[in-house]
C-alpha cells in the first residue's frame, strides 16, 4: 500500500496533468479547420422581393398642414373726385356691406348762360358753379379698421380711403407638383382639423392657385439654360361663419379625392412613372422578367390601382431594378434587395 502512495498515484497525477495540457495546446493552437471551412461557405442566394398582383379598395385622400388666416381686409375707394364734405362712420366701427362711410362733393362740369354783352348783343357766359355728392359705402362687413381721410380733403376718384376687415376667415396649405398628380378632377371642398380646435369641419370653397415658376437669369450659374423651377401651389378654402379660430393656428386640411373598390393594386415602389401611366417588371414561373406598361389610376401615395396591363395573380418584382426602395413611413432608408434597410441622417 506504500508502494501505490509513493510511486504509483502521483504518477499518475502526473500522466493525468499532461494529457489535459497537450489537449489545451491542441484545441489553442490547432484546431479543426474542416467544419469550420464548411461552415463558412456560402449556402444562401439574393432574391429580389415580389408581389403578387391583387383586388381591393384604394382611397385617396390628401393630407396637407396648414394655417388659419384672417381674410385680407377690403379697401375702400373713393367714387368720386372732390373734397371730402361729410364722415358718417369712425375707424373702428363695425359696418354692414351698404353703410354710408362719407361723401364727397364733387363739381358740376360749368354750364353757360346767355347774358346781355356790353354792347347790348347776348352773350354765353359761364353759370355759378354747382355742386352734388357722391356717397362712398362699406365694401363689406367687417371693421372699418382704418379711415385715411378728413373733412375738406382733396381726393379723386379710385383712391384707396380706408379699410374694411371682414370677420371671416381661411385656411391654406401647400400642395406639391407631385400631390397635383393624385388629384384627378378639381375639388370644391376639405375637411380641416384644427390642432387644440373644434371638432373637424367641412372647408368649402375650395381653390388651387397656380403655382409661380422661377426661371434663371442665363447667367453663368444658371449654365445659360434659363430653366424655371416650379414651386408648390396653394389650396385655399373658406371657414364657415359658424365655426370659431384664429390667425396663425395650425390646421391638418384632407381632401378627399375619389376612391375606388375591387381594383387591382400594387405599390408605388413596383411602378417606374407614378402618373397615369407607368412600367413594372413581372416576373413568370421561371423566374425570368419582362418589362410590362400599364395604365395607372388612384393612388393613396403607398399604392396605386392599375387600370390595364395587368392581370389578378401575376407576380411582378416589388421595387424598380437599380432604383433606391423608398419604404413609406420610412423616407430616407433605402430596402436592399436581401430585406435589410440602410437609413441615412
Not at 509513493?6 to 499518475?12: A, E, S
Not at 415658376?213 to 373658406?238: F, I, K, L, P, Y
Not at 411602378?271 to 388612384?298: C, F, H, P, S
Not at 430596402?335 to 434597410?341: A, E, H, K, R
Request: hydrophobic content about 40%; charged content about 15%.
Amino acid at each position: 500500500m506504500g508502494v501505490w502512495r509513493k510511486w504509483i498515484f502521483p504518477i499518475i497525477r502526473v500522466v493525468l496533468v499532461a494529457v489535459v495540457a497537450v489537449a489545451l495546446v491542441k484545441l489553442a493552437f490547432f484546431p479543426d479547420r474542416a467544419e469550420d471551412d464548411a461552415a463558412l461557405q456560402p449556402g444562401g442566394s439574393l432574391t429580389q422581393p415580389q408581389v403578387v398582383v391583387s383586388t381591393g379598395t384604394i382611397t385617396n385622400d390628401l393630407v396637407l398642414s396648414g394655417t388659419v388666416n384672417a381674410d385680407a381686409a377690403v379697401t375702400v375707394k373713393a367714387t368720386g373726385t372732390g373734397t371730402v364734405d361729410e364722415i358718417f362712420i369712425g375707424a373702428g366701427s363695425t359696418v354692414t356691406k351698404g353703410d354710408k362711410i362719407f361723401d364727397i362733393k364733387v363739381e358740376d362740369p360749368p354750364a353757360m348762360v346767355e347774358e346781355p354783352g356790353p354792347d347790348g348783343q347776348p352773350m354765353q357766359v359761364p353759370a355759378e358753379p354747382t355742386f352734388h355728392f357722391e356717397k362712398v359705402f362699406a365694401p363689406a362687413n367687417g371693421v372699418l379698421s382704418s379711415l385715411d381721410v378728413i373733412e375738406g380733403q382733396p381726393v379723386t376718384t379710385g383712391a384707396a380711403a380706408g379699410k374694411v376687415a371682414p370677420p371671416s376667415f381661411n385656411v391654406t396649405a401647400t400642395l406639391s407638383p407631385e400631390q397635383q398628380y393624385r388629384l384627378t378632377q378639381q375639388p370644391s371642398e376639405a375637411t380641416v382639423a384644427i390642432t387644440g380646435g373644434p371638432a373637424p369641419f367641412v372647408c368649402t370653397g375650395l381653390t388651387i392657385g397656380t403655382p409661380q415658376t422661377g426661371g434663371g437669369d442665363g447667367g453663368e450659374e444658371s449654365g445659360g439654360q434659363g430653366e424655371g423651377t416650379a414651386t408648390a401651389a396653394t389650396v385655399r378654402c373658406a371657414v364657415p361663419g359658424d365655426v370659431r379660430v384664429f390667425p396663425g393656428l395650425a390646421a391638418e386640411v384632407t381632401i378627399q379625392a375619389g376612391s375606388a373598390e375591387n381594383v387591382l393594386i400594387i405599390p408605388t415602389t413596383a411602378v417606374k412613372g407614378g402618373a397615369e401611366t407607368g412600367v413594372v417588371w413581372l416576373v413568370d414561373a421561371e423566374g425570368a422578367q419582362t418589362e410590362q406598361n400599364v395604365k395607372l389610376g388612384l393612388s393613396d401615395g403607398s399604392q396605386v390601382a392599375v387600370a390595364e396591363g395587368l392581370a389578378e395573380g401575376d407576380t411582378i418584382l416589388e421595387f424598380v431594378p437599380g432604383a433606391p426602395a423608398v419604404v413609406p413611413g420610412m423616407e430616407g432608408c433605402e430596402l436592399l434587395p436581401d430585406g435589410s434597410q440602410v437609413c441615412l441622417g
